[in-house]
Every structure is written in structure tokens, then in C-alpha cells.
């Protein structure tokens, strides 16, 4: 059994966003203890265990995603980096299938040209009050925020792209505060600096207390900005720069109650993974 580490949403080694995918023998998931010391040896945003399905199930692998402290309900990145090491290592080309625990199947599509896009449900978000402490966690007062109540993410929408590049959250309050409102992670965003660029919105994401202070680019966290820009902007398809110290790209393509998120992955580390699982374990 092997673990790679792969850079999502880039072209480039050591941009991105950095994940560990382990793809799993056939048989039955390894025990929910052992993947989250995987990924917490792995320390990576999300590990994710990919596992073979039966021939003529639904899906052609089930998935799961763990941060180094919780299993993840939905990981976009780390799917684009399983859908990425499935090319390369399996010769798995055009559509997989994916069977996930709470999301159903999900399915990606690599192109001809090494871009890979994932068809995911759009997260609607409804406008909030400013939750009390926000504005002195982040740094700066959001003009409007919008809850997600599908993945559990807070949109706050700052002034501008300069603002959200140099946000520095304290990161004890934004845990004491996600905490205190049953939130995953705490989305920033604003507009593009000015037309021409290659993107059309900026973001960053914050989830100190799933272990992930900053997540670098975050597949999920788009399935909540696509629609909120594309209403925004009056455009379907749209390009966002998530601006974390390793930037990437993600386009997004809004489809009624699905956005398609489209990005690229490079693998830099393919090794030997000797911790074995034991049998018939997990769920």
C-alpha cells in the first residue's frame, strides 16, 4: 500500500493545496482510528482513503477525507487529488464515480489537457447578523456575512481583494467563535482588484478548530462562493483565487443546485505507507 501527497488546484509542485490520498486494498474500510492517525501523521489539511467498490456497485470507489482531528463531511481538494493519483497510478481516465457517506456519489472528469472537475451540490447561504467577535477575530468588519447551514461555513464579504490578501485572524477567538456557533470554517472574500485579471473573486478559509487554521484552497468552501458570485456578478462560469501564502485556482460553473469546480494536480511524493490497517474494521 502506498500514500502520495499531491498539490491540488495548481500546475505547479509546492503551490496549492497540499493532500495525502492512500488508496486502499479491496475488502472493508480500515478502522475509523487508524485513518485519523494516518492523516494526523500526514498532517495535511485532508488525507483522503479511497476504497475500491464491488463490480456493478454504484460508484467506482467510495471516499472518505479526515483532517489531522475530525473526519471531514466534504473535501474538494482531496477528491481532485484521489481523481488525480486514480489517472496516474491506474490509468483511470474520463469519468470515476465516487461513493461518499453523507453526499451520495459524487463524480469527477478529467479532460485532455489535465484539468479535472468535480460535479458537487451547490451550498446555498442565507444573509446573517455579524456574529458577535467577528469582526474582531478577522481584523476588520465584513460589509454583509451568509451562513451555509448544508457544510456549516460562515461567508463574510470584506471590502475589497487588498483586505482579504492581508487579513490576519487571531485564531483562538476564531475557534472559540466557529465553536460557539456550530461552524466548520469561516470563508473571506471580496472582488477581483480590477477587470482583466485572471480571476473574478478572491478568498481565504479558516477552520482552526477542525485543525486547520488556513486551508490553503478549498474545493467545498467554492461549492458556497460559486453561487453567492455567480448571483453576484451575473455570470454562471467564473474563475476564483483562493489568496492563502499557496495560492490556486478554481473554476467554478454554477448548474442550478450543482457547481462544477475544474482544477489541475501534480504529485510530489509517492511513497511506501507500512503502517498496515487492521481487517474488517471502520464503518
Known amino acids: 500500500m502506498r500514500i502520495h501527497v499531491v498539490d491540488a488546484f495548481t500546475d505547479r509542485p509546492f503551490t496549492g493545496n497540499p493532500a495525502a490520498v492512500c488508496l486502499l486494498p479491496p475488502g472493508q474500510w480500515p478502522e475509523d482510528a487508524w485513518m485519523l492517525r494516518i492523516a494526523a501523521e500526514m498532517n495535511h489539511s485532508e488525507t483522503a482513503f479511497a ?13 472518505r477525507w479526515f483532517t489531522p482531528l475530525v473526519e ?13 493519483v486514480l489517472r496516474a497510478e491506474r490509468g483511470l481516465v474520463g469519468t470515476v464515480r465516487f461513493m461518499t457517506r453523507w453526499y451520495g456519489v459524487l463524480v469527477t472528469h478529467a479532460d485532455e489537457e489535465g484539468g479535472i472537475t468535480m460535479d458537487f451540490p451547490a451550498a446555498p447561504s442565507t444573509a446573517v447578523p455579524v456574529p458577535d467577535g467577528l469582526s474582531q477575530a478577522l481584523g476588520s468588519a465584513p460589509e454583509d456575512t451568509f451562513r451555509s447551514d448544508g457544510l456549516g461555513d460562515l461567508l463574510a464579504v470584506l471590502p475589497d481583494e487588498a483586505t482579504v490578501r492581508g487579513a490576519s485572524p487571531d485564531m483562538n477567538a476564531l475557534a472559540a467563535l466557529t465553536h460557539r456557533e456550530g461552524l466548520r470554517g469561516v470563508i473571506i472574500t471580496a472582488p477581483a482588484a480590477g477587470t482583466g485579471l485572471e480571476h473574478d473573486f478572491v478568498s481565504r478559509f479558516f477552520a482552526p478548530a477542525r485543525g486547520i487554521p488556513e486551508d490553503p484552497v478549498t474545493g467545498s468552501a467554492h461549492t458556497v462562493l460559486a453561487p453567492y458570485w455567480s448571483a453576484r456578478l451575473g455570470r454562471d462560469e467564473l474563475t476564483g483565487l ?3 501564502a499557496r495560492p490556486g485556482l478554481v473554476r467554478t460553473a454554477v448548474h442550478g443546485d450543482r457547481v462544477h469546480l475544474t482544477g489541475k494536480a501534480v504529485t510530489v511524493l509517492d511513497c511506501a505507507l507500512h503502517a498496515r490497517p487492521a481487517p474488517g474494521g471502520g464503518s
Open 51 to 63: 476504497l475500491p467498490t464491488p463490480a456493478g456497485a454504484e460508484a467506482d470507489w467510495a471516499i
Open 72 to 84: 471531514s463531511r466534504l473535501c474538494g481538494h482531496a477528491t481532485l487529488a484521489t481523481a488525480h
Open 242 to 244: 483562493q489568496a492563502s
